[in-house]
């Protein structure tokens, strides 16, 4: 049985490789992006299970319009797939307050504002799945990335806390968190110009990517989401990739070992504490 999804940012990277694979096993698509134009090719191919709509996630208005619009439209979303984001390089103090501010509405509240416009339609019909791309930069940060992973490590706390709340309502939430892909998202990364002082730092990122880090491939990442999302039981969390496999466990292992070495010190503060 054919099933529909909802993707935002379609236009390149995951979304592009997900709509193309959803396609092709004979899924439906409703398909948003800031320029839809872009599945022209998709739609000469796949007709009308392929809905488009121009969509910039940062407005919320719009937003809602466009999914009213494809649950009116299409019935029933099985699956929302919250895709959209970029990244930008350079170290915090280097950032433009446009650049925090607009990363932060594509990273983090329009990911909160698409799952909360959806969850009604989705209780409405007995249920379906969220599917939010996030990142092993949920979990790890590296310098120079600081506006990124802000973004990722506010939607996984912001999933954490959502998805109890509307699981007795038949809906279930992943977080997708890939780690080095060899996609598109590397291409689009905006860089800042570096201040005299960090000009020298090599450890800040500054988006030159060493393509041999590059080693998940864009087309098993999309393949293992469509897989989960679907799954019966479907994983809170899909980490993929060796490297983000790898560096997640070490770093939560090093954040365990730092609660570990306050067991003595934290209840000192309790009010019972003499």
């Known amino acids: 049985m054919a099933t529909t999804w909802f993707i935002t940012g379609t236009s390149r990277g995951f979304g592009r490789e997900l709509t193309e694979q959803l396609l092709a096993r004979g899924?439906?698509?409703?398909?948003?992006?800031?320029?839809?134009?872009?599945?022209d090719d998709l739609a000469e191919v796949y007709g009308d299970r392929l809905w488009r709509r121009a969509l910039d996630v940062t407005d919320t208005a719009r937003l809602r319009q466009v999914v009213d619009a494809a649950f009116a439209e299409l019935g029933r979303i099985d699956v929302?797939?919250?895709?959209?984001?970029?990244?930008?390089?350079?170290?915090?103090?280097?950032?433009?307050?446009?650049?925090?501010?607009?990363?932060?509405?594509?990273?983090?509240?329009?990911?909160?504002h698409l799952a909360?416009?959806?969850t009604p339609h989705l209780r409405a019909q007995g249920g379906g799945?969220?599917?939010?791309?996030?990142?092993?930069?949920?979990?790890?940060?590296?310098?120079?990335?600081?506006?990124?992973?802000?973004?990722?490590?506010g939607i996984e706390g912001f999933f954490e806390a959502f998805a109890p709340e509307v699981e007795p309502f038949g809906i279930r939430t992943v977080l997708v968190e890939p780690g080095m892909i060899a996609n598109t998202f590397y291409d689009a990364v905006q860089t800042t110009d570096p201040l005299p002082a960090y000009a020298d730092r090599a450890d800040i990122a500054r988006g030159d990517m060493d393509p041999a880090n590059l080693i998940g491939d864009q087309r098993k990442v999309a393949a293992a989401m469509i897989e989960a999302a679907l799954a019966a039981e479907p994983p809170r969390r899909l980490l993929l990739g060796s490297d983000a496999y790898g560096m997640v466990r070490s770093a939560l292992a090093d954040r365990l070992a730092e609660v570990e070495a306050q067991k003595d010190l934290a209840p000192r503060t309790d009010a019972a504490h003499a």
Request: hydrophobic letters at 45%; zero cysteines.
């Open 116 to 118: 909360r416009a959806v």
């Open 27 to 39: 899924d439906r698509v409703a398909a948003t992006a800031r320029r839809p134009e872009q599945l």
């Open 80 to 112: 929302v797939v919250s895709n959209a984001g970029y990244g930008i390089m350079g170290a915090a103090e280097e950032h433009t307050d446009a650049e925090v501010e607009s990363l932060v509405a594509t990273n983090l509240t329009a990911s909160i």
């Open 129 to 153: 799945r969220i599917v939010q791309v996030s990142s092993m930069g949920a979990h790890i940060t590296f310098p120079g990335f600081s506006l990124y992973h802000a973004g990722k490590w």
